[in-house]
């Protein structure tokens, strides 16, 4: 008898990977609370572990639970900033951006185990964060730049401080997410590795 064809189907419960996903979360109310209680001149602009989780939870959970934990994260963050400082306002766009690297983690890394591709989207997410924001700073005239070539660039200047901590927080983030997570699957959770056959799809072809 033929050996019928079967495609893998990879495991819908995945608690090491939730794990993670949740310190990841964690780390997003931390990580200001932390950097609030340190003198001005070590506190790190923008640094932030939204990013980073946007691009993990949506490239090992799928592109829904992606989105609901940056959700969550960027609640958890506001409310932390919101307590911890003075100048704390909304920013709704901070939901479209975000949904962006849910959408680019989704699409580029969920089939992928490689550092190198890890660090070069973290990397890419940063920049386009950075001009893409920034640009709409300038158009807002969020401060009196001016509607010329000199006051845009005198707006991505300005920017400069704050996309050093975000190019720091997606990087180092990242990698240490997407790091954990593939140590631990190759170590103890085989079934939640990348491409992973669920031991119940293993057991029905050798039955076969």
Not at 128 to 135: A, L, P, R, Y
Not at 192 to 201: F, H, K, T, W
């Amino acid at each position: 008898m033929d050996t019928p064809t079967t495609t893998p189907v990879p495991p819908t419960f995945k608690p090491m990977t939730l794990a993670l996903a949740g310190l990841g979360l964690a780390l997003t109310a931390v990580v200001p609370l932390l950097f609030a209680q340190l003198p001005p001149a070590f506190q790190v602009w923008n640094l932030s572990v939204i990013g980073a989780l946007a691009l993990f939870a949506a490239a090992r959970l799928g592109f829904w639970p992606g989105v609901a934990f940056v959700a969550v994260a960027i609640v958890l963050k506001d409310l932390c900033v919101y307590f911890t400082t003075s100048w704390w306002e909304p920013y709704p766009l901070s939901w479209v951006y975000f949904t962006v690297y849910v959408l680019i983690g989704w699409a580029v890394l969920r089939r992928s185990v490689s550092s190198g591709r890890v660090a070069v989207t973290a990397l890419g997410t940063s920049m386009g964060f950075f001009f893409v924001s920034n640009f709409v700073s300038w158009l807002e005239q969020a401060q009196p730049y001016g509607y010329s070539l000199q006051g845009l660039m005198d707006c991505y200047a300005a920017g400069i401080p704050f996309f050093r901590g975000t190019l720091l927080g997606d990087i180092a983030f990242s990698g240490a997410l997407f790091g954990a997570h593939l140590a631990l699957s190759r170590a103890y959770f085989p079934n939640e590795r990348v491409g992973a056959v669920p031991a119940q799809l293993q057991e029905t072809e050798e039955n076969w």
